[in-house]
């Protein structure tokens, strides 16, 4: 699995894509806002990278 595939590249629609960010928001608590760009799995790991950093 590339960290920088699309994630519509793993067959992943947006209702999967919900689904996953309010999985990770409730398991480190936090909040993806709307905003932030989650195309990519790394684009959710550097997120709740940051949120950890701050």
């Given at each position: 699995m590339s960290?920088?595939?699309g994630l519509w590249e793993y067959?992943?629609?947006i209702v999967d894509v919900v689904d996953i960010i309010l999985a990770v928001e409730k398991k480190?608590?936090?909040v993806i806002p709307d905003e932030v760009p989650v195309y990519t799995i790394d684009?959710?790991?550097?997120y709740v990278a940051l949120?950890?950093?701050k």
């Open positions: 960290p920088n595939k067959d992943i629609d480190y608590s936090i684009d959710f790991v550097n949120s950890f950093s």
